[in-house]
């Protein structure tokens, strides 16, 4: 693999650990070679990012590296400049902070601009939470949507709730969200009280860890079981059928 001699640079799509484990233990071995390789860097969080590539190459020389932070904080008007690196033949890694860059991810607008710039995009393997939490569902795989955060406000969100369960009877559709870790009971708790008694419910936590967590029941049997998932990391899917 060449990542000098280009015209211009590739941007590789770079997926971390979505827990504390070893990235040796969660991803291929070519993600090691290639961030060997890379000098320049787009991440959401550097401290998070000088971290995983210590962790995954100990002794790759960090102050050479140029690392861009893309997060809330970013003025947009930098952004046009981040792929510069690669307009003039140096290769740049898109990481995340979790997971694959470019799903629930600030990363899709720099894959967007190499897009618009002819550059190639090179996608590597690793964990993604949705596609292990929908393959391990037992729902609707060949028909999901991917619906993210649902709101803040307790109102809009119950109705948003409501609506997708609308939406999954309809078009015979699996809807996935995600919530911060400190949501996770709320949610669960609105879930339960919300939803119709015959609608399945998802609740893959921990994901890739030793309290990994991937239970599937109807509402009616949630309200039996007492969950305590309070700050965990959880992918919720919901599947209705009555």
Known sequence: MDLIKQEKGILYLIPTPIGNNSPVEVLPISIKKVVGELTHFIVENEKMARRFIKKLIP??????????????????EELNSYINPCLNGTSIGLLSDVGCPGI???GA????????????????????SVLLAIM??????????????????????????????????KENQAQVFIETPYRSQL?????????????????????????????????????????????KPCIFIIECSF
């Open 136 to 169: 391990s569902s037992g729902m609707n795989g060949q028909n999901f949507s991917f619906n993210g955060y649902l709101p803040i406000d307790k109102k809009k969100r119950e109705k948003a709730l409501l609506k997708y369960q609308r939406n999954s009877l």
């Open 104 to 106: 629930a991810d600030p």
């Open 187 to 231: 949610l669960f708790t609105e879930m339960i009280k919300v939803l119709n008694l015959n609608t399945s419910l998802c609740i893959a936590c921990d994901l890739t860890l030793i309290s990994e967590y991937i239970k599937t029941r109807s509402i009616i049997e949630w309200k039996k079981n007492k969950l305590n998932i309070s700050k």
């Open 59 to 76: 002794n790759k020389n960090q102050e050479n590296l140029i690392i861009l932070p893309l997060n809330k904080f970013t003025d947009p």
């Open 109 to 128: 607008v720099i894959v967007a601009k190499a897009h618009k710039h002819n550059i190639s995009v090179k996608p590597l393997i690793g964990p993604s």
